[in-house]
């Protein structure tokens, strides 16, 4: 069962409300120097030259001064919870300029990409969670990008190879 603070229960419940959910992404990738947060809310002015917003917050153990999740536009759809299906999400990025697009083509492993909603008035209280995706793939042009995000496929998963010994299987010998 997923734990919600009482602030975003309350703002579900109403009509109407000031609450604004912010969905905040942190990619990890070992071509990387640091990790690359974003965030869908301008949330708090981060610079006025050049002029940057983002949100604030520590989850991950980030620091909010130094190290911000930067706002970018962006829609994001969260991962469902169905129980038969891996959990998938989609992210896209609006806007983008050519340097993000060769990023993305010239990675080779997949990035690790963790997820959370909170709410801009809270940023450090996280009331949903997703960690150790993967970024499954990358398609779009110069207006946009979509981002395919899930968990390792389990086609790929390393499966040992037995052989079909005597020793290791004497019931086919008989």
């Known amino acids: 069962m997923r734990r919600v603070s009482l602030n975003a ?11 604004v959910e912010v969905v905040l ?7 990387l120097p640091a990790p690359i947060r974003i965030s869908t809310d301008p ?5 006025a030259d050049p002029l940057m917003y983002g ?11 130094t190290e911000p999740f930067l706002f970018v536009l962006a829609s994001a759809e969260l991962p469902g919870d169905q129980e038969d299906a891996p959990p998938a999400a989609q992210l896209v990025l609006e ?10 083509r010239s990675v080779v492993r997949r990035a690790t990409v963790h ?10 209280d996280v009331e949903v969670e997703y ?9 779009g042009d110069a207006g946009e990008i979509t981002l395919q995000v899930s968990r390792q496929p389990i086609e790929e998963e ?17």
């Open 9 to 19: 229960r309350t703002a579900f419940d109403a009509a109407t409300t000031s609450e």
């Open 25 to 31: 992404f942190q990619f990890e990738h070992s071509a």
């Open 43 to 47: 949330t708090v002015r981060l610079s």
């Open 55 to 65: 949100t604030r917050s520590t989850w991950l153990g980030s620091n909010p001064t």
């Open 95 to 104: 806007n983008v300029d050519n340097r993000i697009a060769d990023q993305l």
């Open 115 to 124: 997820m959370a909603v909170v709410l801009a008035s809270s940023p450090n």
């Open 131 to 139: 960690r150790n995706l993967k970024l499954i793939s990358s398609e």
């Open 158 to 174: 390393v499966v040992p190879m037995d052989r079909f010994t005597r020793d290791r299987f004497p019931g086919l010998h008989r």
